[in-house]
């Protein structure tokens, strides 16, 4: 008998949720798509609101640049939203990806807007801690810094002192101007980037979502830049486990970490800490695939929930040119 293919169904809401309460942790759901035989991780992260490298990291097993007709992919669109404060921009370093807080509705609820970023590359790494907004400009002019400058004269890349508006501009055409100095949440022109540690220590956004987050963000707005690779929260009679792979700088004990936040995330449910299934938890904390799933010991196992996971419609629009700078600069 052939095996039963579920029907394709509209994608999900990837980039913006609402918070029901206070106490919810978890938005989103998992999703999985048919690939098509152009169809490339760079085209498809784009598509879904996804980093290229969380993309890689949930499909271990598949070619990034050739998947092929009818494969698979899994998008990692379920979230653990991050710890702390559920104000202004939160980004997590380590997940590649920013959180935007609106204030709360006066029923409770809370919209937050969520989207993949690039971060600084090794040795130009992205900070950690507290800031604010203190500028926006649309069509920015970028004056490189003298550190970025050398780099570039070294490679036999020489940049001017003064790059205008356009579009050899890098920051694109939406720039936050961050209080830690010479720190900027930008647009970029060079899309692929995003979802990768490319960057000189700024955070690069895709150009249509930071135009999307432009007009929301005001002057003062708090930013909070933190490093957690391992996330964990209780939802629906569930504990869920996000890990990531820990950046290259990041010398803390992962398996510490692991055991911290579920501790932290059974307290703050009153849950039992001897239900969770710390083997699983372990597993994939090893995997790091970056993927929120359950990891209580009566729960579906990782192959039965992605099995059961939404099958979406295939809505990937291909860019060629940008394909083709991606590989260039990653030597594919």
Sequence with gaps: MAAVVPPEQPPLETSRFVIADPSQRVVGEL???RTRAEDTFVDIARAYNIGFE??????PEVDPWLPGE???VV????????????????INNAQMRLYFFEPPAEDGTQVVYTHPIGIGRIGRATPTGQSTVIDKA???TWYPPVSVRREHAERGDPLPAIVPPGPDNPLGRHVFRLGLP?????????????????????VRMFPEDIEALYPRIALGTPVRLINEPVLAAWHGRQLYVDAHEPLE???????????????????????????????RAAALLAEGRGIALPT???????????????????IVVHGDSELAALRERTGE
């Design 249 to 279: 700088e990041d010398a803390r004990d992962p398996e510490k970490l692991l055991v911290d936040v579920i501790e932290q995330a059974m307290a703050e449910a009153g849950q039992p800490l001897g239900t969770v299934d710390f083997r």
């Design 70 to 72: 009818d494969a698979e």
């Design 182 to 202: 010479s720190y900027l949440i930008h647009g970029t022109n060079q899309p692929p980037g995003v979802g990768m540690r490319v960057s000189a220590g700024c």
């Design 54 to 59: 969380e993309l890689v990291a949930a499909n």
């Design 296 to 314: 209580l010991r009566n729960s579906a196992d990782s192959g039965q929930v992605l099995a059961a996971a939404r099958r979406i419609e295939n």
């Design 138 to 140: 649309v069509d920015p």
């Design 75 to 90: 998008l990692p669109t379920r979230f653990i939203l991050p710890p702390g404060p559920r104000e202004g921009i939160v």
């Design 31 to 33: 999703q999985v798509l």
